[in-house]
């Protein structure tokens, strides 16, 4: 998701860390949260000792769903089955579900956090007004009715189910439920209006099991999203008029396009008859006279969202998708549905958006992607979903590329956040030509060492962004408790916290490291990490893992510092000297650099002597202190320099010195 607004200023004066005092768990913990649990994960949730795929597991969540909109009660009555397969080598004993919409209400953890933070939420909304999700009948599997239990009351977001048997290793179960649920009036990632409902969260969602156990943690503003990979089998029954966005591909009924399509889309792509496979089990569906039913079906995912609205305008068209493995291109459907914005301009930017994200990570790998207008400001991100509530090209960028960071590499953003968002910013400045070392390369490529000698308006203007995110990056680490890129969630202080650190400061660890592996390499992280890791959750470790093969040497040191501890990139010129290379003679120059570490971080620092033919630049070792360097050139030396075209993610390291002219 999206920053609704840039709040620097905000977020740099609240940056602290709660206390265990501070977090409002109660004596009925849930599992990997508390005091016991880590501050900062210490060991891989997922990737095996490997650090490679071999030995790999996850669970598997499957949902075939019915659900009926009754506007006359703005909530949605459904019905649905979780085939839930254990792959993992554990033997399972209870099931732990999110009832995510139960956090905007009064009571919630979300609602009670805003409270002491002096924010107003959901504790004052009406009755009428709260969002909520409950059970209408006790789950169910086969004829035995499951205990519904709620270890956080009154928070009601989190749900524990003591299965009838054991769940045994590569065995499965089914759950039956029936829930309703309704959004607030209040947006937040979810809402409802009028007779636009966007429904973020709304069934009953399987917490994730891994090798750390359960993750049922409670729904609050900062860390939301992580689940079990399944198929979503979703049948809805809407209003005639109603015009439904969703994850997945509709296999049968009308999702209402063709009527809503403006003038210049191309006619929807929406499969009349269900494959054979998805078409023997079909559920059976009763469908008022004034209603219709229209069936989605959505493949290896792991959330299913959906917006509906009878002022939607539909929007079509297709991206020619490529592959790498030999395989004849095919085509990605896009949607975009709106009430309100600009014809073509929302749609424009997808296929731009996809032109970008596939050139970094590779293929597509999801039949679809859908833009929804939604009530609330910014963006969320759903797999083959995103629920934008402004036209804007970086916001686009940024959702559209949760769909491979978060979506098809599907981290624990409660305790990783920085492996998606931390990317997904990093990306969209990049998408704008904002980013560090693409942009030091075009100023080496021009000679364009002095930036105050910028003529041209758009590269000063991406100058002056760059050092503006710099700033960004580095204001929290002068001030205590700042906290680290890899904390926990649940242990920022509020949002604005977590937002500086694990947007800013995370975009500014993939900054340092696409400098400290060079751009091509760098590239080639991306990939890999895509390729093998796609379908599958991911941690910190698996990124690690391929960013080592890629450089061709251990990381750890880079990652630690960044995601354990806080600090910025500080180095500097003690001394230098130049002599003839050989005495007597002209032909060369030796200058000998003395370079001092003074910063937290280490970084193989780029030292540059300047002659007339150029620069010749070097790298410093990031695990020493202090060291020499020694650069030999064949034409007379005229200046030294930290980082001569400002490559590092840092405002210290840009410092040059003339030297005496040499005979």
């Known amino acids: 998701m999206r920053r609704c607004i840039k709040a620097f200023e905000r977020a740099v004066a ?106 107003k939420s959901f504790q004052s909304l009406a009755p009428t007004d709260q969002a909520f999700e409950r059970f209408t009948a006790a789950p169910r599997v086969g004829q035995q009715a499951l205990k519904v239990d709620y270890p956080l009351s009154p928070d009601s977001s989190v749900v524990r189910l003591r299965l009838p048997r054991p769940l045994l290793p590569g065995k499965s179960i089914n759950v039956q439920m029936a829930w309703e649920a309704r959004p607030s009036t209040l947006p937040r990632r979810q809402g409802r209006r009028g007779r636009h409902y966007d429904f973020a969260q709304w069934f009953p969602k399987v917490a994730v099991y891994d090798r750390q156990g359960w993750h049922p943690n409670a729904f609050v503003r900062q860390g939301e999203l992580y689940g079990e990979f399944g198929t979503f089998d979703v049948t809805f029954v809407l209003p005639r008029d109603q015009v439904i966005a969703a994850s997945g591909v509709p296999v049968s009924g ?3 396009w063709q009527r809503a399509k403006l003038p210049g889309s191309i006619a929807p792509r929406i499969q009349t008859n269900a494959p054979a496979a998805l078409a023997a ?27 509906v609205s009878p002022d939607f305008r539909y929007e079509g068209s297709h991206w020619v998708r490529t592959h790498s493995d030999g395989r004849a291109p095919d085509t990605v459907a896009l949607h975009v549905l709106h009430e309100s914005w600009e014809p073509g301009r929302t749609m424009a930017q997808l296929r731009s958006a996809m032109q970008w994200l596939e050139g970094l990570y590779g293929a597509y790998a999801w039949p679809q992607l859908t833009i929804a207008q939604r009530i609330e400001e910014s963006g969320t991100e759903f797999p083959m979903l995103v629920m934008n509530g402004e036209e804007d090209a970086s916001l686009v960028v940024h959702e559209a590329g949760h769909q491979f960071t978060y979506g098809l590499l599907a981290n624990n953003e409660w305790q990783s956040a920085w492996l998606d968002e931390g990317f997904t910013t990093y990306s969209e400045y990049w998408a704008r030509g904002e980013a560090r070392v693409p942009l030091a390369l075009e100023r080496a490529a021009k000679g364009l060492f002095d930036p105050n000698t910028v003529t041209d308006s758009s590269l000063r203007r991406r100058l002056r962004a760059v050092e503006q995110f710099t700033a960004a990056v580095e204001a929290p680490v002068a001030l205590p408790d700042a906290p680290p890129i890899g904390l926990r969630a649940d242990l920022f202080a509020n949002k604005d916290a977590y937002d500086a650190v694990v947007y800013d400061r ?11 592996l060079g751009d091509a390499p760098f590239r080639d992280l991306l990939r890999r990490y895509f390729a093998r890791w796609k379908f ?43 002599r003839p290379a050989v005495a007597g003679t002209d032909s060369t120059w030796v200058v000998t650099l003395h370079l001092q570490r003074t910063g937290v971080y280490r970084h193989p620092m780029p030292v540059g002597v300047q002659t007339d033919a150029g620069w010749t630049i070097v790298r410093g070792d990031p695990a020493k202190e202090r060291q020499i360097l020694m650069v030999v050139v064949k034409r007379p030396p005229q200046r030294v320099s930290l980082d001569p075209f400002g490559s590092v993610e840092s405002r210290t390291s840009s410092v040059s010195h003339l030297l005496a002219p040499q005979r």
Request: aromatic residues 10%; without cysteine.
């Open 14 to 119: 609240a940056i602290s860390v709660v206390t265990s005092a501070a977090t409002g768990l109660s004596a009925q913990a849930l599992p990997n949260q508390g005091a016991s649990a880590p501050r900062v994960p210490i060991r891989a949730p997922t990737t095996p000792s490997a650090g490679d795929t071999t030995g790999y597991w996850q669970q598997r969540a499957d949902y075939q769903i019915v659900a009926t909109l009754d506007e006359t009660q703005g909530l949605l009555r459904a019905t649905g089955t979780l085939h839930y397969v254990n792959a993992s080598p554990d033997t399972l004993r209870e099931l732990w579900l999110h009832q995510h919409l139960n956090a905007f209400r009064p009571n919630s953890r979300w609602s009670q956090r805003d409270a002491a933070l002096g924010v």
């Open 254 to 256: 009308d999702p209402g």
């Open 281 to 307: 089990r079909a559920p059976t569906v009763r469908v008022p006279a004034t209603h219709r039913a229209v069936r989605f079906v959505a493949q290896r995912v792991h959330h299913f969202g959906f917006s």
């Open 506 to 516: 995370a975009a500014g660890m993939y900054s340092a490291l696409h400098d400290v």
């Open 536 to 578: 599958k959750h991911v941690d910190r470790w698996a990124f690690q893992r391929v960013a080592e093969e890629v450089a061709g040497q251990p990381m750890g040191w880079f990652f630690d510092q960044w995601i354990e501890r806080t600090g910025a990139i500080d180095y500097r010129l003690d001394s230098f000297a130049v």
